[in-house]
């Protein structure tokens, strides 16, 4: 719609006009049905006599008052009111019914299943402040927002200002008034409201004690952990103050669980919202989960400082928000919380999905070009933030530790409250290191793809090594090599384990780099290139350590290296140089054996891609069913109540696919079976329900009957995926048209996820072969009806890139697609884009199955 997405020239073209904006905004949230009055009143300086717009969507604007004179109303067009002759001093007052949201963005309106009340939360990021007042939405243009919330009297509100007592009005409603915020980027305010309970705490910080609570819906409260959240963000704002040389700069840190969310967080200034769906856990956690939560809370509270405190001037630089947090939030989880293998986390789940990323076509700098705010829906990638972090480290490996925190905190102190670019944090970090960093950004930051590292080995008769190189192979589409501080490590094997006996620190620079300290050193049983993965670079294994690896892999008993050579082999695997029955064989055989949750985690997922999409199709069926069976025996022996236990459970749920293998789920779910020392909860018993129904095991019926025993938010989205995940052609057809063809409008957001999860969930993909002109026909017609997060993340579940090997001219159908409609959304493109890649890379991974195979 024209308006609606903003460019980066316009943006630039307002910020010269107008400045010092402070906005009083009123939200008359008590009366039911699907709007909100929203009066808003903006105090701002501009150039006399210039022109300029301010922003207001999805609402019916009615009043519209410039410096004292009325504006026509109906000048209000796709999300904005022109401003004419403006003055040096203005006053600006805008109101009108703005519409409540159900995907994600804007004031997102739940309904609890459970009891019937209605709990709202405000999701602005990128471009959606202006979905609930009138605004300058951009983040360069940081206003000070004093908001005034009426609300039925039993609700609370929460802004991000300290939470006031509130002015009990007539008819049952009440209202907040919150204090004036410092300034602030519109995308950071925020406005949660509904009758949320709270676990009251207090936070310690260099200047004084900071009010601190844990909210979510009161039905869920026993749930919420506040002690240990609390507890997590008090030893981050310890780290950050020492660190940033900067106390923390609000008065109040409240986290509040939100229902139906998009992100995992996001950092209102003073007001955190936190999936609910993602991380309040109703039932037993594994370790991943609960460390995932731990690092999101560190992430979102580095925010308040590097993003918040500091923000980025234009979407360009999203990187200088989330991979900073990404970084950090890691590296403090290792630092101060209980995840001491933190890293290994990161590099086991999302520095991995980063590398996927970074091969495709669509692959970007981490500092790139974002002309338009609907392009910031694709800028929020693995890329941006792990990749991002990845190179952070590096950065902080190249200048030191000490400089590199130098120049965050003299950063923080020169832009405080106000806008910054990567040029002036990298100058920061330059002054504090005394050196230059212009040639480290051009190859880390400004330039796209991810390398591969690939010893070359030669020893004597003796097995000494004689000579020792490491290759850099970098993409023919971005061929730069980067300089990479790494350890280069060799193991041995012997009484039953790989032992680490020698390490050579070195850097990696230029296509080929010999390492000298390694000749004369024994030949390894294992060679790492990257050992304790230091640096962001693929790695390919020799094939003597390959050899050592199929025959022992289960002898490696370092949790670093476990989550290095498994990666190792999955992107061999994906660049066609593994059969994939070899990485399934390594996965099932160390899988039992795995130190890191998240490790176990991410690798049987991974195993299930594999088993779908990179294994020749004319072998699933036989190893897909011999996998359940080893994951099976593997449960059998693991030690009750332990995390792998639960994490080979939910593996094996993943794979069953024979009626023998889902009877034992319909037993454990019915409770005639049990696992010792593992209870079958509510969030496990729909893991295990997925499971049945993709074996072919549960109808829609009976999905219906648990769903009714589950009257949750929880149990609604589960069961929209169940029913999408029955293996029949009739529930397929059936959950593709609740996406594309809604009754009544689209669904809810997280019910759209499962939804679309459970549509391309199938333990034979061909299943899906019926649906491939119908899915790519009307995808559009989906994405128009569904733009944005939700659109973009249901697009990527449904293509059917599985269906390759099982479709004659998948590929040719998406080039079909692509030809015409070359007029379709950049980010809509860019998924099947991608999907394009994905499958001629699996028909080249298939063809390497399918020889392996055959000799």
Known sequence: MPGMNLTKREAAERFATISNARYAVALDLAATGRTFRSDTTIEFDATAGASTFVEAAWADIDLVELNGEPIDAALHEDGRIPLENLQEHNTLRVAGDFG???????????????????????????????????????????????????????????????????????????????????????????????????????????????PARVYGRPSLEQHFDGDRVLEDTQAGLELYERVFQTPYPYEKYD???????????????????????????????????????????????????????????????????????????????????????????????????????????????????????????????????AKGASALKQLAQF??????????????????????????????????????????????LETPGVTTLRPILATDDAGVVTRLAVA???????????????????????????????????????GLTEVPEAVGEARPALLLANDRDLTYAKLHLDEQSLANLEAHIAEVDDAMAQATVLDALWHMVRDGSLPAQRYIDAVLALAPRLLN???????????????????????????????????????????????IQLQLLKGY???AATTEQALRLRALVEGTAEVSGLEVDSDL?????????????????????????????????????????????????????????????????AVQFETAAGLARAIDPALLAPLVDDLLGSLRDYYDANAGF???????????????????????????????????????????????DHVRRAQIAQTTSRMAAAG
Not at 353 to 371: G, K, M, N, S
Not at 479 to 501: C, K, M, Q, S, W
């Open 100 to 210: 409540y949201r159900n995907d994600g963005q804007g004031i997102h309106r739940f309904v609890d299943p459970a009891d019937g009340e209605v709990y709202l939360y405000s999701q602005f990021a990128a471009n959606d402040t202006r979905a609930a007042f009138a605004c300058f939405d951009q983040p360069d243009i940081k206003g000070e927002f004093t908001f005034t919330v009426t609300v039925p009297d039993h609700w609370v509100v929460i802004s991000n200002s300290p939470t006031p007592e509130p002015e009990a009005l007539e008819d049952g409603r009440a209202r907040w008034s919150f204090a004036p915020t410092v300034p602030i980027p519109s995308y950071g305010a925020a406005v949660v409201a509904g009758p949320y309970s709270f676990h009251e705490g207090t936070l310690h910080g260099q200047e004084g004690d900071i």
């Open 790 to 836: 939700v659109g973009v993340r249901v697009a990527r579940l449904v293509v059917p890139v599985n269906l390759v090997g099982r479709v004659d001219g998948l590929a040719a159908k998406l080039e079909e697609w692509l030809a015409a409609n070359a007029d379709a959304p950049s980010v809509l493109r860019k998924v099947v884009v991608e999907a394009l």
């Open 685 to 749: 018993t729909w893991d295990l329900l997925g499971g049945l129904a993709a074996a072919g095991g549960i109808d829609l019926d009976e999905v219906d009957h648990y769903a009714s025993q589950d009257v949750s938010a929880a149990g609604q989205r589960r069961a929209a995926g169940v029913r999408a995940a029955v293996a029949t052609a009739e529930a397929k057809q059936a959950a593709w048209d609740a996406l594309v063809r809604p009754a009544e409008g689209p669904a809810i957001n």
């Open 472 to 510: 850099e192979d970098v993409p023919a589409e971005h061929p730069v090599n980067r300089p990479h501080g790494i350890e280069i490590a060799g193991y041995t094997l012997g009484e039953g384990t790989f032992a680490r006996t020698w390490t050579v620190p070195t850097t990696i620079d230029g």
């Open 653 to 655: 749920a993943q794979v």
């Open 255 to 385: 986290q509040i669980y939100v229902p139906q969310y998009n992100l995992g967080a996001m950092e209102n200034i003073g007001c955190v919202t936190i999936s609910e769906d993602r991380l309040l856990f109703r039932g037993r956690a594994t370790a991943a989960e609960l460390e995932f939560r731990t690092v999101v809370v560190l992430h979102e509270l580095a925010h308040m400082w590097f993003g918040n405190l500091v923000t980025m001037k234009w979407w360009d630089d999203l990187w200088l928000n989330e991979s900073f947090a990404e970084f950090i939030g890691t590296w403090a989880a290792a630092e101060v919380s209980e995840w001491k293998d933190a890293w290994v986390t990161f590099a086991a789940d999302r520095k991995s999905v980063a590398y996927v990323q970074d091969q495709l076509p669509t692959t970007h700098a981490i500092v790139t070009e974002v002309p338009d705010t609907e392009a910031t829906v694709s800028a929020f990638d693995m890329i941006t933030y």
């Open 597 to 643: 949750s998240a490790t176990a985690e991410s690798h049987l997922e991974l195993m299930v891609v594999t088993l779908r999409r990179y294994l020749a199709p004319e072998h699933v069926a036989k190893v897909t069913e011999a996998a359940a069976e080893r994951l099976w025996h593997a449960l059998g022996e693991a030690e009750p109540g332990s995390d």
């Open 399 to 444: 200048v030191g530790e000490d400089a590199f925190f130098g120049g965050v905190a003299s950063y923080l102190r020169r832009y405080r409250h106000g806008n910054a670019t990567l040029a002036e944090f990298l100058a920061e970090v330059e002054a504090a290191a005394g050196r230059p960093l212009g040639d480290w950004a051009e190859v880390w």
